[in-house]
């Protein structure tokens, strides 16, 4: 791998992040040296997809990241702007709260763009993955956002809602 991943593509780097993170299984310390060599080399070419894989891998295997690398990825996420999935930036601030990152203001005011855009596509157990993470960060939206919020989640099939939804959204 370490020979291999200068050319490897941004997706295929995200997928072995996201691969070592569903399998609970920590990385080498020289597979992470290259796995961020690779991303270093190819950081704005990074799908929104694949830059919240990223991030969702290294928390699931609480893996924090380098000030380094998310100065990289905070920029990546900037340039990618307009291109996030409701379920892209859930997973990001779930990511990010389960890590208990300090989130930039510069990041932040463009998530919040972005996730208010998204918000009434977005599923119900996302939009309880959102709140529970600003919770776990200690961040308090404005009201504007909380009401779009209790809009979105309370207009949803909340009979569908599982109770790991509920207890999420309540905690």
């Known amino acids: 791998f370490e020979s291999k991943v200068e050319q490897l593509d941004p997706q295929t780097l995200a997928n072995c992040a996201w691969a070592y993170g569903k399998l609970g299984e920590k990385p080498s310390v020289e597979f992470l040296k290259a796995w961020y060599s690779g991303f270093r080399s190819g950081y704005k070419s990074f799908s929104s997809n694949a830059l919240a894989?990223?991030?969702?891998?290294?928390?699931?295997l609480d893996i924090m990241p380098s000030d380094a690398f998310m100065a990289k990825w905070y920029e990546s996420f900037a340039l990618k702007r307009g291109s996030f999935?409701?379920?892209?930036?859930?997973?990001?601030?779930?990511a990010m709260g389960k890590l208990r990152l300090d989130p930039s203001e510069d990041f932040l005011q463009i998530w919040v763009e972005e996730f208010t855009?998204?918000?009434?596509?977005?599923?119900?157990?996302n939009l309880a993955q959102v709140i529970w993470s600003l919770a776990r960060l200690g961040i308090r939206p404005r009201q504007a956002f909380i009401d779009s919020w209790n809009e979105c989640f309370l207009s949803a099939q909340c009979t569908s809602y599982d109770n790991g939804t509920w207890s999420n959204a309540l905690w």
């Open 117 to 125: 855009n998204k918000m009434r596509s977005t599923e119900g157990t």
């Open 85 to 94: 999935s409701g379920q892209d930036l859930s997973s990001v601030l779930w």
């Open 53 to 60: 894989n990223t991030l969702w891998g290294f928390s699931k």
